[in-house]
Nanobody
Framework: QVQLVESGGGLLQAGGSLRLSCIAS????????MGWYRQAPGKQRELVAS???????RYADSVKGRSTISRENAKNTVYLQMNSLKPEDTAVYYCAADVPLFSTTRYWGQGTQVTVSS
């Protein structure tokens, strides 16, 4: 089994910054793609950013240019730095990791609330 634990988030001011961290633990030999998703009230969960084991990144248009996703493979950890926060960034942020073993399984963290006040 694999567990993902997120940290960071909380109540933040518009224009400010946040840094989220996610550590994966358990039966892990490698992790393919790691990513951050978010879900606002009444909306579907959406991709914020993802990063492959080789470092290729992908961002949602809404956060492109003000966000950076990074990872430390040796620590099974992924980070999300987001600047110039907007009230519409308010959501529960989830970490995800695609872990190959006999097949590839996507694991999810429990989520961390990010609230941006104007």
């Amino acid at each position: 089994q694999v567990q993902l634990v997120e940290s960071g988030g909380g109540l933040l001011q518009a224009g400010g910054s946040l840094r989220l961290s996610c550590i994966a633990s358990g039966t892990i030999f490698s992790i393919n793609t790691m990513g951050w998703y978010r879900q606002a009230p009444g909306k579907q969960r959406e991709l914020v950013a993802s990063i492959t084991s080789g470092g290729s990144t992908r961002y949602a248009d809404s956060v492109k240019g003000r966000s950076t996703i990074s990872r430390e493979n040796a620590k099974n950890t992924v980070y999300l730095q987001m600047n110039s926060l907007k009230p519409e960034d308010t959501a529960v942020y989830y970490c995800a990791a695609d872990v190959p073993l006999f097949s590839t399984t996507r694991y999810w963290g429990q989520g961390t609330q990010v609230t941006v006040s104007s």
